[in-house]
T-cell receptor, first 116, second 114 residues
């Protein structure tokens, strides 16, 4: 089955630093990747849609300068949380969708970010 | 706009009981896709089932079955003979061809007690 690898699984950083999260599709080409944020006991909140070779499309209310997304290849997308603050602490999840269009999303294991 | 409603926040059953998770959706698109995902305590979401809007045939896959009713915009998911390992948060999701992105419900936390 399709496998999406997300790293790191957890990270603790100091306020003001930047953190990069990687999302890789291991055995399929992902033309589209999605980045979600999930708060405890809540649903997934879509942050942005990442298409290979083009700029990411951010959801309303998501700061694109704070959450930098790069999708340089068909198998790799990265999310960089810049100048992280404690309120950025959350569970970040990436997902990838291959072809055909009605393919399900395949999710990474998620990254638990804690900003101190 | 798309919307997915999972009215059941939490469900608790005893092992071997059958349990049905409800999902109601809203969309103006005529072609769309519905999904159920499972998120165990480990955190990784796992795809369970998919249904296309133009295919209303209900199916059974092992202990899982689903009931897609286009007339009532519902896509309910049933686990037969539940097991402790079924304990997780279950998300219903909708994707239309126009929107591209998926809309998730708030999730239903299922606890299966031994």
């Amino acid at each position: 089955g399709a496998v999406v690898s997300q790293h790191p699984s957890w990270v603790i950083c100091k306020s003001g630093t930047s953190v990069k999260i990687e999302c890789r599709s291991l055995d399929f080409q992902a033309t589209t990747m999605f980045w979600y944020r999930q708060f405890p006991k809540q649903s997934l909140m879509l942050m942005a849609t990442s298409n290979e070779g083009s700029k990411a499309t951010y959801e309303q209310g998501v700061e694109k300068d704070k959450f930098l997304i790069n999708h340089a290849s068909l198998t790799l997308s990265t999310l960089t949380v810049t100048s992280a603050h404690p309120e950025d602490s959350s569970f970040y999840i990436c997902s990838a969708r291959g072809v055909p269009y009605n393919s399900p999303l395949h999710f990474g294991n998620g990254t638990r970010l804690t900003v101190t | 706009a798309q919307k997915v409603t999972q009215a059941q926040t939490e469900i608790s059953v005893v092992e071997k009981e059958d349990v049905t998770l409800d999902c109601v959706y809203e969309t103006r698109d005529t072609t769309y896709y519905l999904f159920w995902y499972k998120q165990p305590p480990s955190g990784e979401l796992v795809f369970l089932i998919r249904r296309n809007s133009f295919d209303e045939q209900n199916e059974i896959s092992g202990r899982y079955s689903w009931n897609f009713q286009k007339s009532t915009s519902s896509f309910n998911f049933t686990i037969t003979a539940s097991q402790v390992v079924d304990s997780a948060v279950y998300f219903c999701a909708l994707r239309s061809t126009n929107a591209g992105k998926s809309t998730f419900g708030d999730g239903t936390t299922l606890t299966v007690k031994p």
